[in-house]
């Protein structure tokens, strides 16, 4: 926390972000160099221009060392590397397997941080819930995760609530009958998820809702 120059809050939403490297290259140990103004604090990198004294030398450095090592201008060289990828095959997509703490930020980013029964947007009350629990070999993976409000998460949880597999809510009644109440959920009764991810390979598996709608809600 030294680099914010200010101490968190207490409970606070840390906003993580990252950079992409497009189109990097490498040069050979022995011709590392020391660049001027940089410093290990640095943090969210830092840019230069060929417009400053500092931008110039840096650039006279590269293209120097790319002349030392036979690379031709930059635009040549990303096209020889698109070349050498294009020997591997084109790139597929993948469905990643996450542990428990990318599982809830990968969730959370899908569903835009908003529930998908009710577009909750307060980030505290919202919660990445599994559809197939981890213990019932159910994957840490945003096709068997639902953003939802904690108490929705709860129910869900415990069978009182689930989702067919067409994206349709469904409240059991046993909900009234263990508990004398749940009127503020039977409204969501037959009612279709609000809010799914944009990407359609992250809405919910079918498979998995068959499977919660089988084995855990209370019908």
Not at 92 to 119: D, W
Not at 162 to 175: A, G, H, K, Q
Not at 182 to 209: A, E, M, R, T, V
């Amino acid at each position: 926390m030294a680099y914010r120059r200010q101490p968190p809050l207490p409970h606070e939403d840390f906003k993580i972000g990252c950079l992409i490297l497009t189109q990097p290259f490498f040069l050979d140990r022995d011709s590392w160099f020391e660049i001027p103004g940089w410093s290990a604090p640095i943090v969210r990198g830092r840019g230069y221009s060929t417009e400053d004294e500092v931008g110039r030398y840096l650039w006279r450095k590269i293209t120097e060392l790319w002349a030392r090592q036979n690379m031709e201008e930059l635009s040549k060289e990303a096209k020889r590397i698109e070349e050498e990828r294009a020997r591997y095959g084109r790139e597929t997509i993948i469905r990643p397997r996450l542990g428990q703490g990318a599982f809830r930020v990968i969730v959370t980013e899908a569903y835009r941080r908003m529930c998908a029964i009710t577009t909750e947007k307060a980030l505290p009350a919202l919660e990445a819930a599994h559809i197939k629990p981890f213990s019932e070999t159910g994957p840490h993976a945003v096709y068997n995760g639902l953003l939802l409000r904690s108490d929705l998460h709860r129910l869900l949880d415990a069978g009182y609530l689930t989702i067919t597999p067409d994206y349709f809510v469904e409240v059991s009644p046993r909900l009234k009958e263990d508990f004398e109440n749940g009127q503020s959920y039977y409204k969501h009764h037959g009612q279709k998820l609000i809010n799914l991810p944009p990407d359609p390979q992250d809405w919910p598996d079918p498979k998995f809702l068959t499977w919660h709608n089988e084995n855990i809600f209370r019908g």
